[in-house]
C-alpha cells in the first residue's frame, strides 16, 4: 500500500468538508426539522406543543388537502407524458435538419426554457387574455367560442401544462437530440439496405435505442412537476386559487397565510413520501420495462 | 455559533446604517397601484420635499390583496415590517386579532392634532376595536357606475345635465343596457366577472339594496339573506348570459373595456377616476361621467371600504421615538393634505377637507357624493375584510355563477356550507 | 448530422421538415409577441384587431419599467445571488465530488448515498423550516438569506462524480508514482481536465439560480431586495391599463439569460445533457 491512509482522510476531510457543511446546514437539519415541526402546532416562527398525530389525522378529513392532492396529480398527468412526447418530436423533426438551420431552430425550442417562470407568466397571461389575448384571435379565426382558461376550473390546469410543456420541453428535448445522436448511423445504413421505411426504422431502431432516454426523461419530469408551484401560483392570482391549489402552494398558504407551522409541515411530510416513494417506484419500473425493450 | 456571528455582523451593519443617516427614514408600504398610486407617489415626494433635512418616505407598493397581505403578515412575524403601511379598514378587525397592529393611543392622535371629531362615525367606528383605535382613516373609496356620455346620450339615457336615467329597478337597467348595446356598444357593462375578489363589492351592495347581511348576531347568511344574495347574484349573471356583461374579464381588461368605448358603463371603484382623468387630459377618451349605483332592488346601497394608514407590531424590535414621531407626522400630514389624494377619486376621511370649497366643487366626486349616505361597511368581524376568509370563500363561487357555469341558488349553497365551517 | 444525411429524401421526409421548421415558428411566436407588445403604446395594445408589427414603436414602457421600479437594484441583487450560488455551488461540488470519486475515506458510501437521496428529495417541501431557520439567523431580506437555501443542488456533485469516476486510472497511479502529494494531483493532473465541465455547469447553475422564483419569493418583502423575476410579479408600480408596460418588465427581467444562452449555446446544451447523466 503506498497510500498513506491518515494522511488520505485529512485530505479528503478537507475537500468534502464545505460540502458537508452546507449539505447538513441546509438539507439534513431541514428535513429532520420538518419532520418534528409536523407533530407540533408550532406556528410559522417559534415552537409549538408536541401533538402527536393530530395534524395528520386532520388531513384526512381536509378537504383542501385533498383537493391539492388532487390537482397535483391531474397536472403530473397533464405535463409529464404529453411533454415528453412533444419533445421527442420536435428532437426527431430537429435532428433531420442540419447546419445553420438546426441550429436557429433548435434556439427556437430552447430559449423558453432558460426563461424565469415570471416571464413565462406574463408572456402567456397576455397571449390568453380573454379580451385582447393572440391566442383568443385564433380561436375568433377558427369559429371556436373564446375560452377564459385562468378563470375556469376546467381549462385551468390543461392550460397551465401546455405553458409548462412550453417552457420546459427544451431541456427534455435537448436530452433526446443528444440520445438521437449517440445512435450509430451503421444502424441506419444497414435499415437503409433493407428498404426500410422511414416510420419502421423509428420503431424498429430509433425507439427501442431511445428506451433510456426516454425512461430518464421521464423520471426527471415526474419528480419536477410533483413540486409544481411557481406557474399555479402566478397564474391563479386574481382567478381561482382555492380551486387550483395544489401541494407545494397548499404549505406556502397553511404556513405562510394562514401561520400554521405544524399542520403546513405535516402536508410537506406527505408530500415528500408521496415523492419518494414515487420516485422509486418509478426507477424500478422503468428498468424493469427497459430491461425488456432493449434486450 | 452562527446565530452569534450574525447578529454581531447584523449589528455593525445597523450601525453603520444609522450614522449614515441623519435624517429619519420612514419604510413605507402600500398597495396603490390602481389608478390611485401615482397621486400617492405625488403625495409622497411633496412630503419628502416638505420635510427635505428631517424625514424621508421610502415607499414600496406591493401587490393588491393576498399577496401584500400575506408580506406583512409573514414579515411582522419575523420583525422585517415596515414603520407605516396603508391598510384597508375592513381588515383591522382580522389584524387586531393577530396581532398584527399597533395601537394608535389617545396620545399619539394629540401629538398628530387629530381627533375623532375629524371624521365620519362609521370610520371612526371601523378603526376601533374594544375601545382602541388601530388605524388613522385616510379616504372612503366606494363604488360607483362609470359611464360613457357619448353612448349613453344616443340611447336617450341621459337627462339635460348629462346625468343617466331611467337605470333604476332591474328591469330598467337591464332594459337600459340593451338600449346603449344598441346604440353601438358592444357590450352594456363592463364588469371584472373574472374576479369574484372585485365583484364582492358589487354583490355586497345590491344584497345592501334589499337590507341583506352577511352576518347576523354572529350567524352566517341567516334568515332571508341566503334568498338575498341570490337575488343579487341573479341579476348580475343575467347580464352575462343576455350578452349585456362581458364575460369572464379581468381588471385591467375592464377598465380597457370601457376607456376604449367597447363598453357604455363599468361598475368600478372611484380610484379609476385618475384614469379617466389622464387619458382624458391626453385627448384619448370620450366624455365620461361617475354616478353612485343605481338603485337596482329596494334603496340605493353602496358597498364602500377605507383606506387608513396603520403601524405594524414588529416582533422583536420597537421604534425609537424619534422614528414613532416621524411615522405620526407622516400620518397626519397625509389627512391634512388628503385635498390631492380626493383628485384620485376617493372621498377624503378627513373632515375639514371635505368641508373646503375646493373640493366640494371637484367633479366627478361631487356628483356621486351623494352616496355617503347610504354606504354599508363589511360586518365587524375577524372573519370578514379584504383578503379576509369570508372574503375568499365568497368570492370563489362567484366567477362561475357570474359567467353561467353555476346556478345563483347552487352558488348560495354552497357558500352557506363553507362558510358554515368556519 | 449523418443521420439526417442519410435519410433518403422524400416527400414524406420533406414534408416533416417544413413542419419542423414551421412549429418551431410557432413555437417562439409567443417571445416575439411579447416583445413587439412591449414596444407599442398601452392604448394601441388593447386595439380589438392584431397589429403585428406596432404603429408607433415607443420605448415608454421599458423607460417607465426602469425609471418607475426598482429593477436596477433588482439586476444587482439577482447578479449577486446568481453569482455567489453559482461560485460557492460549483466549488463545493467539484471538491466534494472529486473526494468521493478519487479518494478514500471512511463515510464516503454513506455520504454518496445521502447525496443521492436528496436528488429525490423535493426541497419545496423544506420551505417552512427554510424560513425558520433564515429568521432565526435574522438574515430574512437579506441577500444571504437568498442565497443559502439554493446553495443545495445535487445535480452538479452527481455530474462532477461521473466526471471524475471516468478518467482512467492511470492518471492518478502514474501521478502517485511520481510521488506527487494529492494537491499536486488535483491541481495539476485533474484540475485542468474539468474546466470544459466547469464552463458548463456553472453557466447552468446561473441560469437556474438567476430564474428561481419560490424561495427567493417567500424570503424577501422589501422591494429593494428582491431579484428580478420575484419584483416584476410582486411589485406593482404601474396604473390604468398596464399590459405592455408588465411585459416591458418581463423583457428585461429575461434578457440577461437569454443572453447567456445565445452566447454560450453550446455549453448550455453540453451542461443539461450532463446534468442527465448522458455524456455529452
Given at each position: 500500500m503506498i497510500r498513506n491512509l491518515a494522511k488520505e482522510n485529512l485530505i479528503a476531510l478537507v475537500f468534502v468538508a464545505p460540502f458537508v457543511a452546507l449539505f447538513g446546514l441546509l438539507f439534513i437539519y431541514p428535513t429532520i426539522a420538518m419532520f418534528i415541526t409536523s407533530f407540533t402546532d408550532a406556528p410559522l416562527i417559534g415552537a409549538g406543543k408536541w401533538v402527536g398525530i393530530a395534524n395528520y389525522v386532520r388531513l384526512a378529513s381536509d378537504a383542501k388537502f385533498g383537493l391539492a392532492l388532487w390537482n397535483t396529480g391531474y397536472f403530473v398527468l397533464l405535463s409529464v407524458i404529453p411533454g415528453t412526447f412533444v419533445a421527442l418530436l420536435v428532437a426527431v423533426g430537429v435532428s433531420r435538419l442540419s447546419g445553420w438551420t438546426q441550429a436557429i431552430v433548435l434556439a427556437l425550442f430552447f430559449l423558453?426554457?432558460?426563461?424565469p417562470v415570471s416571464v413565462v407568466y406574463r408572456l402567456w397571461d397576455w397571449v390568453l387574455n380573454?379580451?385582447?389575448g393572440l391566442a383568443m384571435h385564433v380561436l375568433d379565426a377558427l369559429w371556436i367560442p373564446r375560452v377564459p382558461v385562468f378563470k375556469t376550473i376546467t381549462w385551468f390546469m390543461p392550460a397551465v401544462a401546455v405553458v409548462t410543456i412550453w417552457w420546459t420541453a427544451g431541456f427534455s428535448f435537448l436530452l433526446f437530440l443528444a440520445g438521437l445522436r449517440a445512435i450509430p448511423p451503421e444502424i441506419y445504413e444497414a435499415a437503409a439496405l433493407d428498404n426500410s421505411n422511414g416510420w419502421t426504422t423509428f420503431r424498429k431502431i430509433t425507439w427501442p435505442l431511445l428506451w433510456p432516454v426516454t425512461a430518464l426523461v421521464l423520471t426527471i419530469q415526474l419528480i419536477l412537476q410533483l413540486k409544481i408551484f411557481d406557474q399555479v401560483y402566478l397564474f391563479s392570482v386574481g382567478g381561482r386559487p382555492n380551486d387550483t391549489m395544489v401541494m407545494v402552494q397548499y404549505i406556502y398558504v397553511k404556513a405562510l397565510?394562514?401561520?400554521?407551522g405544524g399542520q403546513a409541515a405535516a402536508i410537506a411530510v406527505s408530500l415528500f413520501v408521496i415523492v419518494i416513494a414515487i420516485s422509486v417506484f418509478q426507477f424500478l419500473l422503468l428498468r424493469l420495462a427497459g430491461g425488456d425493450d432493449s434486450k | 455559533m452562527f446565530k452569534k456571528l450574525f447578529t454581531a455582523t447584523l449589528l455593525s451593519t445597523a450601525l453603520f446604517a444609522s450614522s449614515a443617516f441623519a435624517k429619519e427614514t420612514v419604510a413605507w408600504w402600500d398597495?396603490?397601484?390602481?389608478?390611485d398610486g401615482v397621486r400617492m407617489k405625488q403625495l409622497i415626494s411633496d412630503f419628502n420635499k416638505d420635510h427635505a433635512d428631517k424625514i424621508e418616505i421610502e415607499a414600496t407598493t406591493l401587490e393588491w390583496g393576498v399577496p401584500f397581505y400575506t408580506k406583512v403578515q409573514t414579515s411582522s412575524a419575523v420583525g422585517e415590517a415596515p414603520d407605516i403601511m396603508t391598510y384597508h379598514a375592513s381588515r383591522i378587525p382580522l389584524a387586531v386579532s393577530q396581532g398584527i397592529l399597533q395601537e394608535i393611543t389617545p396620545d399619539d392622535y394629540k401629538t398628530m392634532g387629530?381627533?375623532?371629531?375629524?371624521?365620519?362615525d362609521a370610520i371612526w367606528n371601523a378603526i376601533t376595536q374594544d375601545g382602541k383605535q388601530y388605524a388613522v382613516p385616510l379616504d372612503t373609496h366606494p363604488i360607483v357606475l362609470y359611464y360613457n356620455k357619448d353612448i349613453l346620450g344616443k340611447a336617450g339615457l341621459l337627462d339635460d345635465k348629462g346625468i343617466p336615467k331611467g337605470l333604476n329597478g332591474a328591469e330598467n337597467f337591464k332594459a337600459a343596457l340593451g338600449k346603449a348595446k344598441a346604440a353601438g356598444?358592444?357590450?352594456?357593462i363592463a364588469g371584472v366577472t373574472a374576479d369574484g375578489n372585485f365583484m364582492y363589492r358589487t354583490i355586497y351592495s345590491l344584497m345592501g339594496q334589499q337590507d341583506?347581511?352577511?352576518?347576523?348576531d354572529g350567524k352566517f347568511?341567516?334568515?332571508?339573506n341566503p334568498k338575498k344574495l341570490e337575488n343579487a347574484l341573479a341579476v348580475l349573471s343575467d347580464w352575462t348570459k343576455s350578452g349585456l356583461q362581458s364575460p369572464y374579464t379581468d381588471y385591467p381588461s375592464a377598465v380597457a373595456l370601457f376607456t376604449s368605448g367597447s363598453a357604455a358603463m363599468m361598475i368600478n371603484g372611484v380610484w379609476e377616476v385618475p384614469t379617466m382623468t389622464d387619458l382624458k387630459a391626453k385627448g384619448k377618451l370620450f366624455e365620461w361621467g361617475a354616478v353612485e349605483l343605481?338603485?337596482?332592488?329596494?334603496h340605493p346601497s353602496t358597498y364602500s371600504d377605507s383606506h387608513t394608514f396603520a403601524i405594524p407590531v414588529n416582533k422583536g424590535k420597537t421604534a425609537t421615538p424619534e422614528k414613532h414621531a416621524a411615522v405620526l407626522e407622516v400620518m397626519s400630514w397625509m389627512d391634512k393634505h388628503s385635498l390631492f389624494w380626493a383628485t384620485a377619486g376617493h372621498i377624503p376621511a378627513y373632515g375639514p377637507v371635505r368641508a373646503t370649497d375646493e373640493y366640494k366643487k371637484m367633479q366627478p366626486n361631487a356628483t356621486y357624493s351623494p352616496l355617503t349616505a347610504n354606504m354599508i361597511f363589511d360586518p365587524?368581524?375577524?372573519?370578514?375584510?379584504?383578503?379576509?376568509p369570508v372574503f375568499d370563500v365568497m368570492s370563489t363561487y362567484f366567477v362561475p355563477t357570474l359567467n353561467g357555469e353555476m346556478d345563483p341558488a347552487q352558488a348560495v349553497e354552497k357558500i352557506k356550507t363553507d362558510l358554515g365551517k368556519m | 448530422m449523418t443521420y439526417a444525411n442519410l435519410q433518403r429524401w422524400n416527400l414524406a421526409g420533406g414534408l416533416v421538415t417544413v413542419l419542423t421548421v414551421l412549429v418551431a415558428v410557432i413555437w417562439a411566436f409567443p417571445l416575439y409577441w411579447g416583445v413587439i407588445t412591449s414596444l407599442k403604446p398601452e392604448d394601441e395594445v388593447v386595439r380589438p384587431v392584431l397589429e403585428f408589427w406596432p404603429e408607433h414603436f415607443t420605448f415608454e414602457n421599458y423607460i417607465s419599467a426602469i425609471t418607475r421600479t426598482q429593477i436596477g437594484r433588482w439586476y444587482i441583487n439577482s447578479l449577486i445571488v446568481a453569482g455567489s450560488v453559482t461560485l460557492i455551488t460549483v466549488f463545493t461540488c467539484l471538491l466534494c465530488g472529486y473526494a468521493i470519486s478519487q479518494l478514500k475515506f471512511p463515510g464516503r458510501r454513506i455520504l454518496w448515498g445521502l447525496i443521492l437521496a436528496s436528488f429525490m428529495v423535493?426541497?419545496?417541501?423544506?420551505i417552512i423550516n427554510y424560513f425558520e431557520l433564515m429568521a432565526s439567523f435574522g438574515l430574512l431580506n437579506t441577500l444571504p438569506g437568498i442565497i443559502l437555501p439554493q446553495l443545495i443542488n445535487p445535480v452538479i456533485i452527481i455530474v462532477y462524480k461521473q466526471f471524475f469516476d471516468s478518467v482512467p486510472k492511470d492518471f492518478r497511479e502514474a501521478a502517485v508514482m511520481d510521488n506527487a502529494s494529492e494537491w499536486r494531483i488535483f491541481y495539476k493532473v485533474f484540475m485542468p481536465m474539468n474546466w470544459g465541465v466547469t464552463a458548463a455547469l456553472s453557466i447552468v447553475c446561473f441560469i437556474w439560480t438567476w430564474n428561481a422564483f419560490l424561495w427567493p419569493f417567500l424570503a424577501v418583502s422589501h422591494a429593494e431586495m428582491m431579484t428580478v423575476p420575484v419584483g416584476i410579479t410582486q411589485v406593482n408600480d404601474s396604473f390604468g391599463i398596464s399590459y405592455a408596460h408588465r411585459l416591458a418588465a418581463a423583457v428585461l427581467a429575461g434578457l440577461p439569460v437569454a443572453v447567456t444562452y445565445l452566447i454560450f449555446q453550446r455549453r448550455v446544451t453540453q451542461a443539461i445533457t450532463l446534468s442527465a447523466g448522458i455524456k455529452g
Open positions: 423558453p426554457y432558460i426563461l380573454f379580451q385582447f397565510v394562514n401561520n400554521q | 398597495f396603490l397601484g390602481g389608478g387629530l381627533s375623532k371629531a375629524d371624521y365620519p356598444a358592444k357590450w352594456g341583506g347581511e352577511l352576518m347576523t347568511l341567516a334568515g332571508d343605481p338603485t337596482i332592488f329596494a365587524k368581524s375577524p372573519l370578514f375584510g379584504v383578503a379576509g | 423535493p426541497t419545496q417541501t423544506l
